[in-house]
């Protein structure tokens, strides 16, 4: 699985829009991007993926680069209860296990 | 629709003992995997269970082992407890060995003394 880079933390302020970066220069054709996040004391929580083209469900945004060496998660309009740290992954769609990094820690502040 | 669920809670072992932790999938998943989560780090992955056989192993000793039961739940055993086990210890389901859409439980927190 090709590795990634995030921040190890952001701040955003809320009600305004929290864009996390992750950098994966060396992935596969065949690598997906997932995002997971973990609130405090809670297990993960799934996101969303993307292999080539933005995608958008109910809780957020992914933007992917035309070469895809890195994303964007995109958390619209940011609330108190988005606090946590985010996880991008890679990963190819055969493979059966989620290898998280050290993720970007994301405040949202009042 | 329950969740993921997980007993117990918390654990206190003392070194050398063996614990024996649980998992119930979300309703409709067949598919039970374990991680490890030290303090302060990202999770790390033990085993997946499929069709009630263990399908990929991470990088865990033998001392980690699993179980997956016709009705899909799983357990997780650790015998000859290190204190290095210490961890949050995570049970994620899904439906086919997906990676996308895997519900995690709040895990079970495994103190070893």
């Known amino acids: 699985d090709a590795k990634t880079t995030q921040p190890p933390s952001m701040d955003c302020a809320e009600g305004r829009a929290a864009n996390l970066p992750c950098n994966h220069s060396t992935i596969s054709g065949n690598e997906y991007v997932y995002w997971y996040r973990q609130i405090h004391s809670q297990g993960p929580q799934y996101i969303i993926h993307?292999?080539?083209n933005n995608e958008t469900n109910e809780m957020a945004s992914l933007i992917i680069t035309e070469d895809r060496k890195s994303s964007t998660l995109i958390l619209p309009h940011a609330t108190l209860r988005d606090t946590a740290v985010y996880y991008c992954i890679v990963s190819s769609g055969s493979a059966r296990q989620l290898t998280f990094g050290s993720g970007t820690q994301l405040t949202v502040l009042p | 629709d329950a969740g993921v669920t997980q007993s117990p809670t918390h654990l206190i072992k003392t070194r050398g003992q063996q614990v024996t932790l649980r998992c119930s999938p979300k309703s409709g998943h067949d598919t039970v995997s374990w991680y490890q989560q030290a303090l302060g780090q990202g999770p790390q992955f033990i085993f997946q269970?499929?069709?009630?056989?263990?399908?990929q192993r991470g990088n865990f000793p033998d001392r980690f082992s699993g179980h997956q039961f016709p009705n899909y739940s799983s357990e997780l055993n650790v015998n000859a407890l290190l204190l290095g086990d210490s961890a949050l210890y995570l049970c994620?389901?899904?439906?086919?060995?997906?990676?996308?859409?895997?519900?995690f439980g709040p895990g079970t927190r495994l103190t070893v003394t």
């Open positions: 269970y499929y069709e009630e056989e263990e399908r």
């Open positions: 994620a389901s899904s439906y086919g060995q997906t990676l996308y859409e895997q519900y």
């Open positions: 993307g292999l080539k």
